[in-house]
């Protein structure tokens, strides 16, 4: 199993970002799949998960109404696009399986 994330950048507050997540090895279509980040002060922590199919969607009340998690099943790919990005969303962001697996990350750092 293969994930690499990508599309971290430095923003200013108020900006937006998209990430992807390419993956291989695995039944992508049948994978509930997640975006996590990672930050020194508070660990790891779980932004917005999206079902298999794509019908449902669920977030952390942090990124609720500005994070949107996606996916493209036929490019075996998930998606986070970032909104109203505030200093606080700076972190590692990873994509990752249900079972934890995970990819090198990609970093998202917010400041003026």
């Known amino acids: 199993v293969q994930l690499v994330e990508s599309g971290g950048d430095l923003v200013q507050p108020g900006g937006s970002l998209r990430l992807s997540c390419a993956t291989s090895?695995?039944?992508?279509?049948?994978?509930?799949m997640r975006w996590v980040r990672q930050t020194p002060g508070k660990g790891l922590e779980w932004v917005a998960g999206?079902?298999?199919?794509?019908?449902?969607?669920q977030y952390a009340a942090s990124v609720k109404g500005r994070f949107t998690i996606s996916r493209d099943n036929a490019k075996n790919t998930v998606y986070l696009q970032m909104d109203n990005l505030k200093s606080e969303d700076t972190a590692l962001y990873y994509c990752?399986?249900?079972?934890?697996?995970r990819g090198q990350g990609t970093q998202v750092s917010v400041s003026s």
């Open positions: 090895g695995l039944t992508f279509s049948n994978a509930y």
């Open positions: 990752a399986t249900i079972d934890n697996r």
């Open positions: 999206i079902t298999a199919d794509g019908s449902r969607t």
